[in-house]
């Protein structure tokens, strides 16, 4: 497996994208989703990588500036037909370390508070974040779950 940063000129990052989009958009009300769509990860101060193995996406993850050495996790989203074999972690260990190189000093997310989050809450608490505030424009919200750690 290979982790870079996204080329937004591929087609087959644009259908990736737009599979996350459309496996979140049942599970909460319009209002309560917080992906970035392909125009919005392409703002300048959001970083996305991809995850390839064999010549296909088979994860995604981004960093978005939120205040000086703070930023927040986005578009963390692995092929679903590779879940549980170790991409997300292996992502996101590197986007915390890419943090870390940058003088960042805090990472945060914002994820949904149903079932089919789960595994993405879980992957989060293994991986030091914990429970706080919503941040940024975030409002409470009961469909969202707000996690943030140190790095």
Request: charged share 25%.
């Amino acid at each position: 497996m290979q982790i870079d940063r996204a080329d937004f000129a591929d087609p087959q990052l644009q259908r990736f994208l737009q599979a996350h989009l459309d496996d979140l958009a049942p599970t909460a009300p319009a209002e309560s989703q917080h992906a970035l769509d392909l125009t919005a990860l392409q703002r300048p101060d959001v970083r996305l990588w991809t995850v390839h193995d064999d010549g296909h996406i088979v994860g995604t993850a981004a960093l978005a500036a939120l205040e000086p050495r703070h930023e927040e996790l986005k578009s963390m989203r692995t092929d679903p037909a590779r879940r549980g074999q170790g991409i997300a972690r292996s992502l996101l260990d590197y986007l915390l370390q890419d943090a870390k190189d940058r003088g960042i000093e805090r990472i945060s997310l914002e994820t949904g508070s149903m079932e089919f989050f789960a595994p993405a809450r879980a992957l989060y608490a293994r991986a030091g974040f914990t429970p706080c505030a919503p941040f940024g424009s975030y409002r409470d919200d009961p469909n969202s779950t707000y996690l943030s750690r140190r790095i």
